[in-house]
């Protein structure tokens, strides 16, 4: 899910047409609706438990491959395809490489509907400004039914600390920080690709 990972979704269509055999898994509606639209035949988790690769852009990726992700709302199901993944891909341009996670991008966090302005004020209290997300003055629901909060930090000093803290919120489904599971970044520049991997 994401811009970058778009033109990757319709390069993968166009082998596709020319013979390539591969079955997909949509981490969102908006990608799942791509791919049929490139002819990418598609499974599920549930059919494909385990995957061979799995490509996805980031919010912000630091120079351990840590990243921030799920800023165009679909963490969750981004998270779980990564963890079921052998391998796992980030594209993304120079702007998203980082020093300190937390910089640049807000911290997404999915939450349950139920008691989420308590969950907020909880998540506040760790450090950031948490902002429920909107889209033309409603609440943004998530694939999964579930809010998002915007979680804005001046640099994220310990990200194993913060994930393990956030996920002892009671309300909190998923974070967007994405550690230790990315095997190599593909940077893309206009001389070209630069790719960085453990």
């Keep these: 899910?994401?811009?970058?990972?778009?033109?990757?979704?319709?390069?993968?269509?166009?082998?596709?047409?020319?013979?390539?055999?591969?079955?997909?898994?949509?981490?969102?509606?908006?990608t799942?609706?791509?791919?049929?639209?490139?002819?990418?035949?598609?499974?599920?988790?549930?059919?494909?438990?385990?995957?061979?690769?799995?490509?996805?852009?980031?919010?912000?990726?630091?120079?351990?491959?840590?990243?921030?992700?799920?800023?165009?709302?679909?963490?969750?199901?981004?998270?779980i395809v990564a963890a079921s993944s052998?391998?796992?891909?980030?594209?993304?341009?120079?702007?998203?490489?980082?020093?300190?996670?937390?910089?640049?991008?807000?911290?997404?966090?999915e939450v349950v509907p139920f008691g989420w302005s308590s969950c907020k004020e909880w998540i506040a209290q760790l450090g950031c400004v948490p902002t429920l997300r909107s889209v033309e003055g409603q609440r943004y629901v998530t694939d999964n039914q579930n809010y998002l909060l915007e979680c804005r930090f001046e640099g994220i000093e310990d990200a194993h600390e913060l994930d393990t803290n956030l996920h002892k919120i009671p309300g909190v489904v998923e974070t967007g920080l994405f550690l230790e599971m990315a095997c190599k970044i593909v940077i893309g520049k206009e001389s070209g690709a630069e790719v960085i991997q453990k």
């Design 1 to 30: 899910t994401g811009s970058r990972v778009r033109f990757f979704v319709e390069k993968v269509g166009e082998l596709v047409q020319k013979g390539l055999n591969v079955v997909g898994v949509p981490t969102s509606k908006s």
């Design 32 to 79: 799942e609706d791509l791919a049929n639209k490139c002819g990418i035949p598609l499974t599920t988790l549930e059919e494909t438990p385990t995957l061979d690769l799995a490509v996805d852009g980031a919010d912000e990726v630091d120079s351990n491959l840590n990243l921030i992700k799920g800023m165009g709302g679909a963490l969750l199901r981004e998270k």
């Design 86 to 109: 052998k391998e796992f891909i980030v594209i993304v341009d120079s702007s998203k490489m980082v020093g300190k996670l937390g910089t640049k991008s807000p911290l997404p966090v």
